[in-house]
C-alpha cells in the first residue's frame, strides 16, 4: 500500500475519480447529501461476506457496473495527471474470470486477469485506494516511458 | 484490396485462417464435407440483403460470432506471419456500435471503430478477403516497429 493510501484514502486521486465517477450516474441529485465515503460503501466486502457470495452464475450486474467504474476511475486518474485519456477494454466470461486492458493511444499502459469477479471487493477504503493507485502508477510509468505511443 | 486477396481471395492467410477457425467449432465433424467457400457463405452479405436488415435491436448473436471469429481469425494469420499472437478485444452495443482492439503484448496492433454491426458482411470473398488482410498488414507492420512492445 503506498503511503498516501494509507494516511488518508479519500484524498488519492483515485478515489477522487471514482467518487465522481458514480456521482456523474446521480442524475437527479438524489446522493447530493450522501457522503463520499457512502457513495463507496459497495465497494468493501470483507472477508467473510466474499467467502458467502456463491461463484456460479453470472457475476451480478451491479458488481460488473462497479468493476467497470472502478477501471474507468483509473482511467480518468491517469488522465488528471498526463493529459492522456487511458480507456478501459474487459471481457469476462460467465465464470467470473476475464481480462481488462486500459489502453492510450497504441498502447496497452495497463493489463490485469481477472478472477472471482463475483467477489469485487476490498477489505477497507485503504485497500480499494491502494489498488487503484498502484494501476494508476503503473499506468503512468508506461505513458512516459512511450509517450509517442500513448499519443498515437 | 491487394492483388493477392483479388486474384485468389482463398489464398490469403487470412481466409485460411478463418476456415481453419470456423472448422475448429466443428466437434462432430458435420462440416467434414462442405467446402471452405460453404463455410465463409455467411460472411457474404449483398448490398440488398444489407439494406434489408433491421439495425433495431440487439445485434443477432450469430452476427456478434461470425464478427468475433474475423478478428480472431486476423490475429491468428498476424502470428503466423510473426510468431506473436495477436488477440482480440471487442466492445459492442446495444445499437450496434463498437470498438474492436487486436493486442499484442502491450502494443495496440490494430483498432477500428464498429458500425452497424447488425449488417456486418462483406459484397463478395474478394472484398473478405482484402478486409481481413489489410488490417492482418497493418497489425504485422505495427509490430515489425516495436517489437519489444509487442513481446512485452
Redesign the interface.
Known sequence: MSEAAAADPMATPFLQCLVSRIRAEDTFGAWENKPDTALLADYIVTKEERRAIPIIGDPDPDTLGRLEKFYQAIGLAVERQTGIIASP???VTHEGFG?V?L?A????VY?RTLRDVHRFGFNDLGALAADGMKAVDQAVA?IEA?PE?ARA
Open positions: 477494454m474487459m471481457k481480462r486492458v489502453i493511444g497504441k498502447l496497452v493489463a508506461m512511450h505511443l
